[in-house]
C-alpha cells in the first residue's frame, strides 16, 4: 500500500540528483540548509506520485492519496523555511510558477503529453537554483537556465525512441542548434552542450539501443556536464 506512493521514475531522481550536484558545485559548499534543501526536492518530486494516484481515484476514495500529497508539500516547505527568511517570499514566488504549471499540465493534459514532460524536466532543474539558493549562493537563474535546456533536450531523444517520427528527429537536430546559438548569444559557454552531440547522432541515425541503456547513456551524459561545468563553468 505505502509502496504506491514512492515515485519509481528513475530518470527522473536522476535529473534530481544532477541538477542537486550542480547547485552544489556552483554553491561551492555544503551546508545543512543545503542538504535539507535537497531532502525537500527529493518530496516535491516524490508527492507526484500521490498527486498522480489521486487524480486516479474515484472522487469518493481521494482522501488518502490527497493527505499524503499535501503533508509531503507541508514539509518539504517547512525544511526551506530557512530559504524563505534568507531571501523572502516575493524574491522566490515567481520560480513557484514551475511547479503549478506543471502540475495544471499533468492534470489537464496527462503525464504523457510532451508539453507536461518538457515542464517537467525544467522543473527538475529548478532544483539546481534551489540547492544553490539554499547553500548560500545567491538565486542563480543562469544556473537554472542552463541546466534546464541540457536537460529538456532528452524529452526529445526519448520521444525520437519511442514514435520514430521523422518530426521529432528535426526538432531535435533544431533544438541542439537552436542552443547553441542562444548560448552564444548570451555568452554562456556551448561546450557545455558538447554531451548533446549524442542527441543529434541519434536524431540522424537512430541507432538501436533499448530504453534501459537509453536511461544510462543520458546519466553518462549528465555527470560529463557536470564535469565540463566543473572545468569551464558556465
Not at 524529452?155 to 521529432?168: A, G, N, S, T
Request: charged share 10%; hydrophobic share 60%; no cysteine.
Amino acid at each position: 500500500m505505502v509502496n504506491r506512493y514512492f515515485l519509481k521514475e528513475y530518470g527522473s531522481w536522476g535529473v534530481m540528483t544532477i541538477s542537486s550536484m550542480a547547485g552544489l558545485i556552483a554553491g561551492r559548499q555544503v551546508n545543512l540548509p543545503a542538504l535539507a534543501s535537497v531532502l525537500s526536492l527529493a518530496l516535491l518530486i516524490n508527492a507526484k506520485q500521490a498527486f498522480t494516484v489521486w487524480m486516479r481515484t474515484p472522487p469518493g476514495k481521494r482522501y488518502a492519496p490527497g493527505m499524503i500529497f499535501i503533508l509531503q508539500v507541508l514539509v518539504a516547505s517547512a525544511l526551506l523555511i530557512p530559504l524563505f527568511q534568507q531571501y523572502g517570499v516575493l524574491a522566490l514566488l515567481p520560480f513557484a510558477l514551475f511547479p503549478a504549471t506543471y502540475l495544471l499540465s499533468l492534470k489537464v493534459l496527462g503525464e504523457h503529453a510532451i508539453q507536461t514532460e518538457v515542464l517537467g524536466f525544467i522543473l527538475l532543474s529548478l532544483s539546481a537554483l534551489v540547492v544553490k539558493a539554499a547553500a548560500g549562493g545567491g538565486l542563480d537563474a543562469r544556473l537554472f537556465f542552463v541546466i534546464a535546456v541540457f536537460f529538456t533536450a532528452g524529452v526529445f531523444r526519448v520521444r525520437i525512441q519511442l514514435k520514430k517520427e521523422w518530426l521529432y528527429r528535426a526538432i531535435m537536430i533544431g533544438y541542439v542548434v537552436a542552443s547553441v546559438v542562444l548560448f552564444l548569444s548570451l555568452g554562456y559557454r556551448p561546450i557545455l552542450l558538447l554531451p548533446l552531440a549524442d542527441n543529434l547522432i541519434f536524431a540522424v541515425t537512430r541507432y538501436r539501443v533499448g530504453l534501459a541503456t537509453t536511461g544510462w547513456i543520458e546519466m553518462t551524459k549528465g555527470f560529463a556536464f557536470l564535469l565540463l561545468m566543473v572545468v569551464f563553468g558556465y
